[in-house]
């Protein structure tokens, strides 16, 4: 995998989900130093018995998560804090949180589901990219990748409040990498259409699996982003559809 995990200090917000977990444990492969973020303690349970073999296997790679509100600008500031203060830098940060709401037509969406999507699917980045570039700017280097969605460019019936928050999260990256041209520091997105996770089946039991990307397949892309092999990408939305 070359550089592309190494001896670096990566964050994965939302790092125990669906696609959040195929990419710590493909950092912890790498040797990297691996903060995840998460909301329920039994994934992080999870994620860590998975990654204890890798962790001995990769020598020098650690995996430690979080329980932080990420659309929480002080609950996320003293995270970064405390990244700094136990690694002196961060080398990626790769935000993989996110919700979804559809078949609903627009008139008749309730004004809360809306607000969920902002806040999951483009609040959130914004406060981790912003957080995340502070430190990155100072240092000089770094890398962020936020995961929007197909969605952001395929505007479906039912899926406005979505669609919305998957589009304007795209807007934002592209405007922020050209905010950090010359720094040293890149921001991409990425754009799933539907992953084949666990919950995706149970939701949609019906469909075709065997057309659905699989985490670890978006997740090569994501390391790709994050290495140094990457590092005339600035500000790309990288469709990772698949046969989908």
């Known amino acids: 995998m070359g550089d592309r995990g190494a001896a670096k200090v990566v964050l994965v917000a939302g790092g125990t ?39 001995v296997e990769a020598g020098g790679a650690s995996l430690e998560g979080f329980a932080v509100d990420v659309t929480d600008e002080a609950a996320v500031a003293k995270l970064m804090n405390g990244i700094v203060e136990r690694h002196e830098r961060l080398d990626c940060l790769v935000n993989a949180v996110g919700g979804y709401a559809g078949g609903i037509k627009l008139w008749e969406l309730e004004t809360k589901v809306f607000e969920q999507m902002i806040a999951l699917n483009l609040r959130a980045g914004f406060v981790l990219a912003r957080a995340a570039a502070r430190v990155m700017v ?8 936020n995961v929007a969605a197909r969605a952001a460019v395929d505007h479906a019936a039912g899926a406005s409040a979505y669609a919305a928050s998957k589009a304007a999260a795209v807007a934002m990256i592209d405007c922020l990498a050209a905010d950090l041209k010359g720094t040293g520091v890149r921001a991409n997105s990425i754009m799933p259409s539907i992953i084949d996770t666990v919950a995706n089946r149970k939701a949609m039991p019906k469909a075709d699996f065997a057309k659905w990307p699989k985490p670890e ?28």
């Open 217 to 244: 397949e978006i997740t090569r892309v994501i390391l790709f982003l994050c290495s140094d092999a990457a590092k005339l990408v600035q500000g790309a939305a990288v469709p990772v559809y698949g046969d989908s």
């Open 138 to 145: 100072k240092q000089g280097s770094g890398a962020i990748v």
């Open 17 to 55: 989900g669906g696609l959040g977990r195929a990419v710590s444990l493909a950092f912890v492969d790498a040797g990297a130093q691996v903060i995840v973020t998460f909301q329920r303690p039994g994934d992080l349970d999870e994620l860590k018995k998975t990654a204890s073999a890798k962790l």
